[in-house]
C-alpha cells in the first residue's frame, strides 16, 4: 500500500499542478504523515485535523468543499461507507483550476479508484497473512512432531544407560561403565546436534542470518568440513578431488562450510561403512559446483527431490534418524549465496549431492574469453 500511495502522489501531482499526499491510518485509526522520505509532488503540510474530520465522516473537506472551503488545500476522502482506507491531500498551484467541477469531479474519481486498489491491497495482504499464519502452525506442528519422534529414542538411551549407572554402578566392569558413560555422552551430542539444526534453519528462514562474504577457496572450506567430519567419515573411503586452478568464490565461508558439511554427514550417516564417498568440484561457465557422491548401491526410488525438504526422511534416511534438516539447510544457504543445490542418482547405484556458487571476478583478475576449451565435464542440470 505505500508503494502504491507514492506512485499515486507522483501521478496526482502531474496531472493536477499541484502537491499531494496519501494520509494513512495508524494502528489506532489515527491518520499520520508517511514515514518515507517524501517524494518530488509531496504535500508536506497537510492539516492532520482536517483530514482526520474526513475519514472519520466519509466526506471531502477544505478548499472549494461545504467544510472549511477557506482551507488551502482539498481533502478527499479513499474511502466508501463500508471502509475508512485513508485521505488524498491535494494543494493546488493555481485555486481556481481544481475549483473547477470536472476537474474536482476526475479527482474524486481518481481518489475513489485508489480507494477501491488499496481495498484490494488490504485483502490480498489480510490472505497472505492468513496463509503464512497456516503454514507457520503447520511447520510448528510439524516441527514438534517431528522433534518428539527423533528425541524419544536418544532420551530413552540416556535414561536407560543413566539409571543403569546409578543404581548398579558398583556391580559393573569399568569397561561397561565406560560403555555406559560414552552412549549417554554420543546420544546428547546428537540431541543438541538436532536442536541446533531446528534453532538454524527457523534463522534462515525468518532472514535472521546474515551473510558475511569474502573470497575463499573451495579447498579451504573443505578443508575445515573434513576436519569437522573426520570422525563421523573415519569408517567410510574417502576420496578428494578438488583442482588447484578452481577459482575463488565470495561466499561466507562458514556457512558454506556448514552446508558441505551437511552433505559429508549425510553420507557418512546413511551409508554403509566401507562405502566409497567422493567430495570433488568443478568449475562451470558462471558457477562452481561442488558434489559429494557416493557408491553404496542404494536404492533406485529415492525421491530426489523430496529429500531437500524440512523434515522430509526419505528411502535412505529410514534408519539413521535426525530431523530431517540436514539437506535443507544445505539448500537454504546455497540459496542466500544465489546458488541452488540439488540431488542425483548414480547409474551405478548410490547418490551424488550437488551444490552450485556463482563465480564472480574477483578485483584485478581478466575475465577468460567466451568459448575458451575449460575442459570441465558437462553442466549438471539445476533442480
Given at each position: 500500500?505505500?508503494?502504491?500511495?507514492?506512485?499515486?502522489?507522483?501521478?496526482?501531482?502531474?496531472?493536477?499542478?499541484c502537491?499531494?499526499?496519501?494520509?494513512?491510518?495508524?494502528?489506532?485509526?489515527?491518520?499520520?504523515?508517511?514515514?518515507?522520505?517524501?517524494?518530488?509532488?509531496?504535500?508536506?503540510?497537510?492539516?492532520?485535523?482536517?483530514?482526520?474530520?474526513?475519514?472519520?465522516?466519509?466526506?471531502?473537506?477544505?478548499?472549494?468543499?461545504?467544510?472549511?472551503?477557506?482551507?488551502?488545500?482539498?481533502?478527499?476522502?479513499?474511502?466508501?461507507?463500508?471502509?475508512?482506507?485513508?485521505?488524498?491531500?491535494?494543494?493546488?498551484?493555481?485555486?481556481?483550476?481544481?475549483?473547477?467541477?470536472?476537474?474536482?469531479?476526475l479527482?474524486?474519481?481518481?481518489?475513489?479508484?485508489?480507494?477501491?486498489?488499496?481495498e484490494r491491497?488490504?485483502?490480498?495482504?489480510?490472505?497472505?497473512?492468513?496463509?503464512?499464519?497456516?503454514?507457520?502452525?503447520?511447520?510448528?506442528?510439524?516441527?514438534?512432531?517431528?522433534?518428539?519422534?527423533?528425541?524419544?529414542?536418544?532420551?530413552?538411551?540416556?535414561?536407560?544407560a543413566?539409571?543403569?549407572?546409578?543404581?548398579?554402578?558398583?556391580?559393573?566392569?569399568?569397561?561397561?561403565?565406560?560403555?555406559?558413560?560414552?552412549?549417554?555422552?554420543?546420544?546428547?551430542?546428537?540431541?543438541?546436534?538436532?536442536?541446533?539444526?531446528?534453532?538454524?534453519?527457523?534463522?534462515?528462514?525468518?532472514?535472521?542470518?546474515?551473510?558475511?562474504?569474502?573470497?575463499?577457496?573451495?579447498?579451504?572450506?573443505?578443508?575445515?568440513?573434513?576436519?569437522?567430519?573426520?570422525?563421523?567419515?573415519?569408517?567410510?573411503?574417502?576420496?578428494?578431488?578438488?583442482?588447484?586452478?578452481?577459482?575463488?568464490?565470495?561466499?561466507?565461508?562458514?556457512?558454506?562450510?556448514?552446508?558441505?558439511?551437511?552433505?559429508?554427514?549425510?553420507?557418512?550417516?546413511?551409508?554403509?561403512?566401507?562405502?566409497?564417498?567422493?567430495?570433488?568440484?568443478?568449475?562451470?561457465?558462471?558457477?562452481?559446483?561442488?558434489?559429494?557422491?557416493?557408491?553404496?548401491?542404494?536404492?533406485?526410488?529415492?525421491?530426489?527431490?523430496?529429500?531437500?525438504?524440512?523434515?522430509a526422511?526419505?528411502?535412505?534416511?529410514?534408519?539413521?534418524?535426525?530431523?530431517?534438516l540436514?539437506?535443507?539447510?544445505?539448500?537454504?544457504?546455497?540459496?542466500?549465496?544465489?546458488?541452488?543445490?540439488?540431488a542425483?542418482?548414480?547409474?551405478?547405484?548410490?547418490?551424488?549431492?550437488?551444490?552450485?556458487?556463482p563465480?564472480?571476478?574477483?578485483?584485478?583478475?581478466?575475465?577468460?574469453?567466451?568459448g575458451?576449451?575449460?575442459g570441465?565435464?558437462?553442466?549438471y542440470?539445476?533442480?
Amino acid at each position: 500500500m505505500k508503494n502504491m500511495a507514492r506512485v499515486a502522489v507522483r501521478h496526482v501531482a502531474e496531472v493536477f499542478d499541484c502537491s499531494a499526499v496519501v494520509l494513512l491510518p495508524d494502528v489506532n485509526g489515527k491518520l499520520r504523515y508517511p514515514l518515507e522520505q517524501p517524494i518530488e509532488g509531496s504535500f508536506a503540510h497537510a492539516d492532520l485535523s482536517i483530514a482526520q474530520w474526513v475519514v472519520d465522516h466519509g466526506r471531502r473537506a477544505g478548499l472549494g468543499s461545504d467544510t472549511l472551503p477557506a482551507a488551502s488545500a482539498l481533502y478527499v476522502p479513499l474511502s466508501d461507507d463500508r471502509q475508512r482506507l485513508g485521505v488524498l491531500a491535494v494543494l493546488p498551484v493555481n485555486r481556481r483550476r481544481i475549483l473547477l467541477p470536472e476537474q474536482r469531479h476526475l479527482l474524486e474519481t481518481f481518489a475513489g479508484q485508489l480507494g477501491l486498489a488499496m481495498e484490494r491491497a488490504q485483502l490480498a495482504e489480510i490472505a497472505e497473512s492468513a496463509r503464512v499464519a497456516a503454514e507457520t502452525e503447520s511447520l510448528r506442528n510439524t516441527l514438534l512432531a517431528s522433534i518428539s519422534h527423533d528425541l524419544r529414542t536418544p532420551l530413552a538411551i540416556m535414561a536407560g544407560a543413566s539409571s543403569t549407572l546409578v543404581e548398579a554402578a558398583d556391580k559393573l566392569a569399568p569397561q561397561e561403565r565406560q560403555a555406559l558413560a560414552e552412549s549417554i555422552f554420543e546420544q546428547s551430542r546428537d540431541m543438541a546436534e538436532r536442536v541446533t539444526k531446528v534453532l538454524q534453519m527457523t534463522r534462515l528462514e525468518t532472514g535472521a542470518i546474515q551473510i558475511d562474504r569474502d573470497w575463499t577457496s573451495v579447498g579451504e572450506v573443505a578443508s575445515s568440513a573434513l576436519s569437522r567430519m573426520s570422525e563421523r567419515l573415519a569408517s567410510h573411503r574417502l576420496i578428494v578431488e578438488l583442482p588447484d586452478d578452481l577459482p575463488l568464490v565470495k561466499v561466507d565461508a562458514v556457512l558454506v562450510e556448514q552446508a558441505l558439511g551437511n552433505l559429508l554427514e549425510n553420507a557418512a550417516k546413511h551409508t554403509p561403512a566401507g562405502t566409497v564417498v567422493r567430495l570433488y568440484a568443478q568449475q562451470r561457465t558462471n558457477d562452481l559446483v561442488v558434489s559429494v557422491e557416493d557408491y553404496s548401491g542404494g536404492p533406485s526410488d529415492v525421491d530426489v527431490e523430496r529429500i531437500f525438504q524440512k523434515f522430509a526422511h526419505g528411502a535412505i534416511e529410514t534408519t539413521a534418524g535426525g530431523v530431517g534438516l540436514g539437506l535443507a539447510i544445505c539448500r537454504a544457504i546455497v540459496r542466500l549465496h544465489g546458488g541452488n543445490a540439488w540431488a542425483e542418482r548414480v547409474p551405478a547405484g548410490g547418490m551424488v549431492f550437488r551444490f552450485s556458487l556463482p563465480i564472480e571476478q574477483p578485483p584485478g583478475v581478466v575475465e577468460r574469453s567466451p568459448g575458451s576449451d575449460d575442459g570441465l565435464a558437462p553442466d549438471y542440470p539445476h533442480r
